[in-house]
């Protein structure tokens, strides 16, 4: 299994423009998970999605769409990109939300808006 | 609002010594996770902790939860290089795992 993986790695946008942080898992998990984590910070969670079709906002959505049309893709959109979104993005997913279960996160995208 | 805060913020120790690593939240959950990052990598799942009371073990590291404080604790026992790296504990704020809040890490260096 690959596991968590996104595209691209590093990504350089210039302010106003437009991207798709891609994000595929195999391991068949329902939930999926988008945070972003600035400099020296911990991860904030951005969207987040409990299976296809199903998302909803977590702590910091402004500036971000998701959706979820299968099981193993849950693609993040940046609109009008602004400097404050410069950050390292991480998706992660687990097979349910609760107990026993962790989340598996993917290597993460690093994102400069200059 | 929920906040996760982590003490010490930064420790630098040396090789052979121990150390705990405190991980306070404001707010009723009965589950808490610990991850490892290191430097310009990913995070790593250490620990789940379901319970008053949990006790988790690997290797050097012991985590331990106290929903009543509202405590986790991280125990590092004879501390190696290998050790070094950014610890966050996270929060999960729902029966279901739809909402994580994260600490903001302790960054640990171990020093020969």
């Known amino acids: 299994n690959a596991g968590v993986t996104q595209t691209p790695k590093f990504r350089i946008l210039k302010i106003g423009q437009s991207m798709t942080l891609q994000c595929t898992q195999d391991?068949?998990?329902?939930?999926m998970y988008w945070y972003r984590q600035d400099p020296g910070m911990g991860l904030k969670l951005i969207y987040y999605?409990?299976?296809?079709?199903?998302?909803d906002k977590g702590e910091v959505p402004n500036g971000y769409n998701v959706s979820r049309s299968t099981t193993e893709d849950f693609p993040l959109r940046l609109e009008l990109a602004a400097p404050s979104q410069t950050s390292v993005y991480f998706c992660?997913?687990?097979?349910?939300?609760?107990?026993?279960?962790?989340?598996?996160f993917g290597p993460g995208t690093r994102l400069t808006v200059l | 609002e929920l906040k996760v805060e982590q003490n010490p913020l930064f420790l630098s120790m040396q090789e052979g010594k121990n150390y705990t690593i405190y991980c306070n939240y404001s707010?009723?959950?009965?589950?808490l996770y610990w991850y490892r990052q290191d430097p310009g990598k990913s995070l790593e799942s250490l620990f789940v902790?379901?319970?008053?009371?949990a006790v988790k073990q690997e290797g050097r590291l012991m985590a331990s939860l106290d929903t009543k404080a509202r405590l986790s604790t991280l125990h590092i026992t004879a501390a190696v290089h290998d050790l070094s790296a950014t610890y966050f504990c996270?929060?999960?704020?729902?029966?279901?795992?739809?909402?994580?809040?994260f600490g903001p890490g302790t960054r640990l260096s171990v020093l020969p």
């Open positions: 902790l379901l319970s008053n009371g």
């Open positions: 999605s409990v299976g296809a079709g199903i998302t």
């Open positions: 391991m068949n998990h329902n939930y």
């Open positions: 707010t009723t959950s009965d589950r």
């Open positions: 992660a997913s687990s097979y349910s939300g609760g107990g026993t279960d962790t989340q598996y």
């Open positions: 996270a929060v999960d704020l729902t029966p279901y795992g739809q909402n994580f809040v």
